[in-house]
């Protein structure tokens, strides 16, 4: 499974993005995706992972009720919307699929995309 992230830039305070995660392989679909971030001087945090129906959603509280991660498998690609970006929310973002469980565990990640940076100004 490759992963390709897309959406990220540089944003105002307050300001929305989007990001997109387009995964290719022959067993995408089957995979939950999530999202991670990384921001300098810091570890890789969990941000929000969705499970491979769509159906489940999981956040992180730092992000919870501002970020909606959703999924379309018929173009087997997974979404992050971003709204009241905060500058605190600076980082490269990272999308991955795994099978496991807990998704906010980085280590239940199998594929990782090349991440995306995103950079929110006060």
């Known amino acids: 499974v490759q992963l390709v992230e897309s959406g990220g830039g540089l944003v105002q305070a307050g300001g929305s993005l989007r990001l997109s995660c387009a995964a290719s392989g022959r067993t995408a679909g089957t995979y939950a995706l999530g999202w991670f971030r990384q921001a300098p001087g810091l570890e890789r945090e969990f941000v929000a992972a969705i499970n491979w129906a769509g159906v489940s959603t999981y956040y992180a509280d730092s992000v919870k009720v501002r970020f909606t991660i959703s999924r379309d498998n018929a173009k087997n690609t997974v979404y992050l919307q971003m709204n009241n970006l905060k500058p605190e929310d600076t980082a490269v973002y990272y999308c991955?699929?795994?099978?496991?469980?807990?998704?906010?565990?980085?280590?239940?990640?199998?594929?990782w995309g090349q991440g995306t940076q995103v950079t929110v100004s006060s």
């Open positions: 991955a699929a795994g099978l496991s469980r807990p998704y906010s565990d980085s280590r239940s990640y199998v594929y």
